[in-house]
C-alpha cells in the first residue's frame, strides 16, 4: 500500500498560496478521504488558511497550507540545554 504522505506534503510546499483537497488529489492521484485524513491527524504544520466559494455555488472549501521553516531558522543547542538549571 502506498503511502501520499510525502507527496502531499510536498505539493502543498510547492503552493505556497495553498491547495484545496480537490486540487491535492488532482496533483497527487491520492483518494479524498486519505487526503483529508492526512491534513486534519497527521500533518501538525498544517492549517486553513481560508475558505473560497467552489466554483458558483454556495458550498465552501478550505485552502490548506503548511508552514515552511525558513533556511536559516536558528537551531537550539541542545548540550547547553540539557545543562542550564530551569529557576
Known amino acids: 500500500m502506498y503511502s501520499y504522505s ?3 506534503r510536498q505539493a502543498l510546499r ?4 495553498g491547495l484545496t483537497v480537490s486540487q491535492i488529489v488532482a496533483i497527487t492521484g491520492a483518494n479524498q478521504n486519505s487526503v483529508n485524513r492526512l ?16 466554483g458558483k455555488t454556495k458550498y465552501l472549501d478550505a485552502v490548506w497550507c503548511v508552514v515552511v521553516p525558513p533556511q536559516d531558522c536558528p537551531k537550539p543547542n541542545r548540550a547547553k ?7
Do not use: G, M
Not at 510547492?14 to 498560496?17: F, G, S, V
Not at 540545554?81 to 529557576?87: A, E, I, R
Open 39 to 54: 491534513l486534519r491527524e497527521s500533518f501538525p504544520d498544517s492549517y486553513i488558511d481560508r475558505w473560497e466559494y467552489r
Open 6 to 8: 510525502s507527496d502531499v
Open 14 to 17: 510547492d503552493n505556497p498560496d
Open 81 to 87: 540545554n540539557l545543562t542550564q538549571k530551569v529557576p
